[in-house]
T-cell receptor
């Protein structure tokens, strides 16, 4: 069955420190992976998708099919990065549903 | 307009009430979704409409009844809800569920529902 695992509920780092939010997935087909972010009192919004191979707000994520991972990284965390981050998997066939991991709350301290 | 708009922002209803949640987007998206999010949990898919037709119902109880009057609107009709249905209900849209490369979800701010 399809599954997204984010092992850390809370990740706390100091400003300027590197940050890595872990995401592992389980899916036998070709996955499409996303990171969504929810800042305090704001809507859930797309941060990254693996097919774009882009860097948004300094964040990058690389799909590693061998390790079935899609970890989110940023070399220097900022206080405004504090938010809830959800890794999501969209699986194929006629359904095209999106399932979310349980989320990691990132807290960046000054 | 690049937003998904949901009304109302907050709703308190009794278990015998009938109410509706509304969602609107004017991005030309042809897929619309209802998600339910309990506190400190990720969103869970409830329904998907694709080209105004219900394509996915994730075994949601019949006290939740979705409706898609046109390509820009999505409603969720509520009747005889239970206190455990209290949650944040999120609407989302995407360009086309069949267009994998260009279909990220755009979420609304949600309706905070409390059932008393």
């Amino acid at each position: 069955a399809q599954r997204v695992t984010q092992p850390e509920k809370l990740l706390s780092v100091f400003k300027g420190a590197p940050v890595e939010l872990k995401c592992n997935y389980s899916y036998s087909g070709s996955p499409e992976l996303f990171w969504y972010v929810q800042y305090s009192r704001q809507r859930l919004q797309l941060l990254l998708r693996h097919i774009s191979r882009e860097s948004i707000k300094g964040f990058t994520a690389d799909l590693n099919k061998g390790e079935t991972s899609f970890h989110l990284k940023k070399p220097f965390a900022q206080e405004e990065d504090s938010a809830m981050y959800y890794c999501a998997l969209r699986y194929g066939g006629s359904q095209g549903n999106l399932i979310f991991g349980k989320g990691t709350k990132l807290s960046v301290k000054p | 307009d690049t937003e998904v708009t949901q009304t109302p922002k907050h709703l308190v209803m009794g278990m015998t009430n009938k109410k509706s949640l509304k969602c609107e987007q004017h991005m030309g998206h042809r897929a619309m979704y209802w998600y339910k999010q309990k506190a400190k949990k990720p969103p869970e898919l409830m329904f998907v409409y694709s080209y105004e037709k219900l394509s996915i119902n994730e075994s949601v109880p019949s006290r939740f009844s979705p409706e898609c009057p046109n390509s820009s609107l999505l409603n969720l009709h509520l009747h005889a809800l239970q206190p455990e249905d209290s949650a944040l209900y999120l609407c989302a849209s995407s360009q086309d569920r069949r267009d994998w490369d260009n279909s990220p979800l755009h979420f609304g701010n949600g309706t905070r529902l409390t059932v008393t």
